[in-house]
């Protein structure tokens, strides 16, 4: 095979008047492939096989591909490797090598995508009628420690407006919150919701397009009347918008590497991100107008919000005998009437609300580490009233975060016999009398220089007490204007004229 240079050699030898005769002695070639050179006027030749020879394979080519046909309409986890289906070939009388059938497996597979593999049909959707959404994994530093988080991404299919917030977790709860804040921030919802096969939102995936959703997605596209639609597994190209969008978040919002205090400071900063790119960004399609503009006219499409999706996940636990319950691998202290007794546990975005029968006996902000405990210490208040001795010691209580004047009784109680109990004694008025109240009367006791629970709660018995009743002034007519005389001395009168004389 000649190359490249070669020829270029032969063609310039030639227009300098040399003959072929001479062109075949210096370059150590035959006269034929100058003249093919020559004649051809071409620059590079390449040898292409018209037809390769399958010695061995060839009358098993028949069988290969009824086996590979039949492969293809297996589910895409059922689908047999090349080296099971060359067993299968061995199994029929091939006697050749694995090679040669994983080399015709592949063309074999490559001849049926070619032609659509890269291609697409352009979409287009109606105002109000289709959003998108999908998740990412980002990195980010927060309070500097680079943190992974998951980036919920919400995109209206007409307008192109965009809606990114990111959660410590890609939970069915963050998905709930995302739609609420998406919702709330596009000023409505849409028709119809494209998404994914996420775990979160579908139980089972049926022939077609056909979904099993779970019961909480369920409830929250109904709540917005909106009809999820799923994709088809391994076809992004369905949801191609909120793809795209997925990857210019990652280019032109988290990179280089965002630094922030906390997922708020983080979050406001890409709503107003999100904001900017309406207002500046022109919509591919209608070039000479912004995304704004056209997400202003796409609002009137919308389904209108008539409230939030309490968007919480539900799990049911048993409070311990310490007034704690489990939830997402940390522990939160319930009021102490729950103790020992099974408890619904909500799980929020940022919270987590624990219920007794239908009534709330916690509701603390949601941490997001490991093995960590999170306390309030007014659930244990009740068995403080019987244990005032655990208030030096019990562990919901240390830096317990108390008003000034109730620290400094605390602090003095802490030195006097006894004081521990009457400590709990001012606590206990708290739930009755409440905290401003109670704090209150600390700074008035401590001001009149008493340090004991009976001074507090005399300061707050007295402040119960109705106040005392304005005079009354009498009418015009019932004015005495006679004076009564003080005289002993008629009460013997009438003593004598009831009785006769003593």
């Known amino acids: 095979m000649l190359i490249v240079e070669t020829i270029a050699k032969v063609r310039r030898d030639h227009h300098r008047g040399k003959s072929i005769k001479q062109i075949a002695r210096e370059r150590d070639l ?91 049909v352009p979409l287009s959707f109606a105002p109000g009628e289709a959003y998108q959404f999908d998740w990412s994994h980002e990195t980010v530093v927060l309070a500097g420690v680079t943190t992974k988080v998951y980036a919920a991404h919400m995109r209206l299919c007409h307008s192109r407006a965009v809606f990114v917030r990111c959660y410590p977790r890609a939970s069915q709860e963050m998905v709930f919150d995302a739609h609420v804040r998406g919702f709330r921030f596009f000023g409505g919802a849409c028709e119809r919701g494209i998404y994914d096969n996420m775990t979160t939102a579908v139980e089972g995936v049926l022939v077609g397009k056909a979904r099993t959703f779970n019961r909480r997605f369920q409830q929250m596209y109904s709540h917005y009347l909106v009809e999820p639609t799923a994709c088809t597994p391994a076809a992004g190209w369905e949801k191609g918008q909120v793809e795209n969008q997925v990857g210019f978040a990652r280019q032109r919002l988290f990179s280089p590497r965002l630094r922030f205090a906390d997922f708020a400071e983080l979050n406001a900063w890409l709503l107003e991100q999100c904001l900017a790119h309406a207002r500046d960004g022109r919509h591919p399609e209608f070039k000479e107008r912004t995304i704004e503009d056209l997400w202003v006219a796409e609002q009137s499409a919308l389904i209108p919000l008539a409230s939030d999706f309490d968007g919480y996940r539900e799990t049911t636990a048993s409070a311990t005998r310490t007034c704690l319950i489990s939830f997402d691998r940390n522990r939160y202290s319930v009021d102490a009437r729950a103790a020992n007794r099974p408890v619904q546990v909500r799980g929020y975005a940022d919270r987590v609300v624990v219920r007794l029968d239908g009534e709330i006996v916690a509701d603390h902000p949601r941490a997001f580490g490991r093995e960590r405990t999170i306390y309030d210490p007014w659930h244990y208040l009740p068995v403080l009233a019987r ?72 300061v707050l018995t007295r402040r119960h007490q109705p106040p005392p009743a304005e005079p009354v002034a009498p009418p015009a007519g019932l004015t005495v204007t006679a004076a009564p005389l003080a005289d002993c001395g008629r009460y013997d009168k009438l003593r004598e004229g009831t009785h006769g004389p003593v």
């Open 30 to 120: 035959s006269r034929n492939t100058v003249r093919k050179v020559l004649r051809s006027q071409a620059s590079a030749f390449a040898y292409e096989r018209s037809d390769q020879p399958l010695r061995q394979l060839g009358p098993y080519i028949p069988e290969l591909e009824r086996l590979l046909a039949e492969n293809e309409r297996r589910g895409r986890k059922e689908r047999l490797p090349f080296k099971r289906i060359f067993e299968a070939l061995q199994g029929s009388g091939y006697p050749g090598g694995y090679d040669s059938v994983r080399r015709y497996a592949r063309r074999w597979q490559a001849a049926r995508s070619r032609g659509t593999s890269n291609a697409f």
């Open 387 to 458: 244990k005032p001795g655990a208030l030096r010691n019990g562990a919901p209580f240390k830096n317990w975060d108390l008003p000034e004047g109730l620290c400094r009784i605390g602090k003095r109680l802490a030195k006097q016999p006894e004081g521990d109990r009457q400590f709990v004694t001012i606590l206990s008025a708290v739930p009755r009398d409440g905290l401003e109240a109670v704090e209150a009367a600390c700074q008035e006791a401590l001001t009149a220089g008493l340090c004991s629970a009976d001074a507090v709660v005399n």
